[in-house]
């Protein structure tokens, strides 16, 4: 699956450009104390970039306290966010319950708040939503009745990127309400039936209700939507595998259906890359659990002797280095 969220530093180097060709086009239209706010800027952000988040959050204190109209020179409201990433990052899960800690985590609330409010461009906006979300998430604050409001907004901003229904579906997973966590993952296939990151979320959430056929169904859907990939149809072979070896419910007709699927799945992925050395260990796997399955001993044999050829072929690539994963020939 791709990444969709920006680090915080990927978001950080963005503002500041933005920042940067603002403060060029209009400088002249400046009063002394947003030219003294784009100093106070640049200091707090040299703390940031070096991880001195104390020291970045009294700097960006300045750049609030010099630019008092914040609409005169709203990019450099990124303070805020900034201020409230460098909060949450002095929190500590391990020192939990403790009131200086989890004051970091109120604090970096309000400002991810001020930020989604102030905040010029919608992306970056979307950003500190993102954020705000987390800072809620069962790590940190434990809040999901205050997180679901800020994902709503999220989808507000941006309809069509599923991401946050895929957030407000695990918060309504996470509260037991399984039919509503449904429908969120069905709008976020409505706002990109081509996304097979769509159909991954899908997969991952039938898998944790133990609906392995409807887990299988989105899986498959996802790898027909990147048919290049040799990782989507390798996840099929795993799955189907992981399934014949802890189902112990299964009988040996449905046990050896899936098998053959997931031997299925791994040629695939192995026809776009005879190296990829995680499906070769699979196959080589499924195919002694399908001579566990058969009554013809000379096809078990074969089936034994192939599997010996996919194992030793794995062991050797990862002697030469390869990466169990590697996803080119």
Request: charged residues 30%.
């Amino acid at each position: 699956m791709k990444t969709r969220f920006r680090t915080a530093t990927a978001t950080f180097a963005a503002l500041v450009i933005g920042l940067s060709v603002v403060g060029t086009a209009g400088c002249g239209k400046y009063s002394f104390g947003n030219l003294k706010a784009n100093k106070a800027f640049k200091e707090a952000n040299d703390h940031y970039r070096g991880g001195r988040w104390a020291e970045a959050i009294k700097g960006y204190e300045s750049v609030i306290g010099a630019n008092p109209d914040y609409e005169a020179n709203p990019n450099l409201n990124a303070a805020y966010f900034f201020m409230g990433h460098s909060y949450d990052s002095l929190y500590r899960p391990g020192r939990q319950g403790e009131p200086d800690n989890d004051a970091n985590l109120h604090k970096a609330v309000e400002n991810y708040r001020i930020a989604a409010e102030r905040l010029p461009d919608p992306d970056f906006r979307r950003r500190a939503l993102e954020y705000l979300v987390a800072a809620y998430g069962s790590d940190k604050l434990n809040d999901p009745a205050a997180a679901e409001p800020v994902v709503q907004k999220m989808i507000e901003l941006d309809p069509k990127e599923p991401t946050a229904y895929f957030q407000l579906s695990k918060i309504y997973e996470d509260a037991g309400r399984y039919e509503e966590a449904e429908q969120a993952l069905e709008k976020a296939r409505e706002a990109n039936a081509n996304d097979p990151a769509v159909y991954n979320a899908i997969a991952g959430y039938y898998n944790r209700q133990g609906e392995f056929e409807k887990t299988m169904e989105a899986f498959n859907r996802a790898a027909e939507l990147e048919p290049n990939n040799p990782q989507g149809y390798h996840m099929i072979g795993s799955y189907y595998q992981d399934a014949v070896a802890k189902d112990f419910r299964l009988p040996p007709a449905k046990k050896k259906e899936y098998v053959l699927k997931g031997i299925e799945a791994e040629d695939k992925a192995l026809s776009l890359n005879p190296n990829y050395v995680e499906a070769l260990v699979y196959k080589n796997i499924l195919l002694r659990q399908q001579a566990n399955l058969e009554t013809d001993r000379d096809l078990q044999q074969r089936l034994i002797k192939e599997a010996d050829g996919l194992r030793n072929k794995a062991m050797e690539l990862q002697k030469g280095g390869a990466s169990p994963a590697a996803a080119t020939k």
